[in-house]
């Protein structure tokens, strides 16, 4: 099946996203802001974001008085985009296959937009020509994805926990599906030509993550996005009964001192490296 993958990944994983979204849209603010200004989205902008999540850009393109829609392929998370964005239509449907234009009965769109949720199709190609078909001509494409594989959101306090697991065979393809898929420029830039957009630019967007949540230290807030993740559920999956509850509660403590080592003026933040890309569909070439 196409895109299984991904939708094993996010099955596992949708839940704790949806159950920390106010911490993981405190984190990604930055980039969050920087996509929706480059996106330029305005009154009555037929909008699609992809992998929607919790609906975060939905709710910021109706704020903006655009139409959204949205397409994740996490059931948890579709529901939770239609619960906080009740006036967008939220579509559980893998973007790479699905027939978006159809599925969302409306015009083609104006703004195709995607935070940290691209960088997950098998055939990233097909995806983005797929993407491109449901887009009018002369519409934008606006995304950010991560820059560089060594990016502390996927290593700071992660590492305590997965230096404990087994080994596993090292993955040699850095173009696997996964969050760290688009940090090459010269792919990314050859993936959407060849799925038909123009004036592709990829500018480097660096952000700074900050995790004090609600005034926190930000500690807590970096535990609870760790343990949400699919690596953070493997290691509490395969840690805990090996550990017993102390040991793994003494894991965790473990945790939170690397975290606290990395405070800067009292709070958990550094910096993100991401890219700010955009395209545009030709003219004319809206569903060759």
Request: proline share 5%; aromatic share 6%; glycine share 10%.
């Amino acid at each position: 099946m196409v895109n299984e993958s991904a939708r094993e990944y996010w099955a596992g994983c949708g839940a704790g996203w949806v159950d920390n979204a106010h911490v993981f849209d405190h984190v990604l603010a930055s980039f969050t802001d920087a996509l929706v200004h480059a996106a330029d989205i305005g009154p009555g902008d037929r909008v699609l974001d992809i992998g929607c999540g919790a609906g975060t850009l939905l709710q910021l393109a109706v704020k903006r008085g655009a139409i959204p829609v949205g397409v994740d392929i996490s059931e948890a998370m579709v529901q939770a985009a239609r619960r906080r964005v009740p006036q967008a239509t939220v579509l559980h449907a893998d973007a790479q296959t699905a027939d978006l234009n159809g599925a969302a009965a409306g015009c083609p769109f104006d703004r195709v937009v995607s935070r940290f949720g691209v960088m997950f199709f098998d055939d990233p190609a097909a995806a983005f020509a797929n993407m491109r078909h449901a887009a009018a001509p002369g519409a934008t494409l606006t995304f950010v994805c991560w820059r560089d594989a060594e990016n502390p959101i996927f290593t700071l306090g992660t590492s305590i926990l997965t230096d404990q697991l087994d080994p596993v065979p090292t993955e040699t393809d850095p173009h696997t599906p996964g969050p760290r898929a688009f940090g090459d420029r010269d792919r990314v830039q050859t993936i959407l030509t060849d799925a038909g957009w123009g004036e592709v630019t990829m500018d480097p967007l660096d952000g700074i993550c900050d995790h004090g949540v609600d005034g926190s230290d930000g500690v807590q807030a970096r535990l609870a996005m760790i343990l949400a993740t699919t690596t953070g559920q493997q290691a509490r999956a395969e840690l805990e009964p090996r550990l017993g509850s102390r040991g793994w509660a003494a894991l965790i403590d473990e945790v939170r001192v690397e975290l606290r080592r990395n405070l800067v003026d009292g709070v958990l933040k550094f910096v993100g490296r991401t890219w700010l890309v955009t395209a545009t569909n030709p003219s004319g070439l809206a569903a060759d």
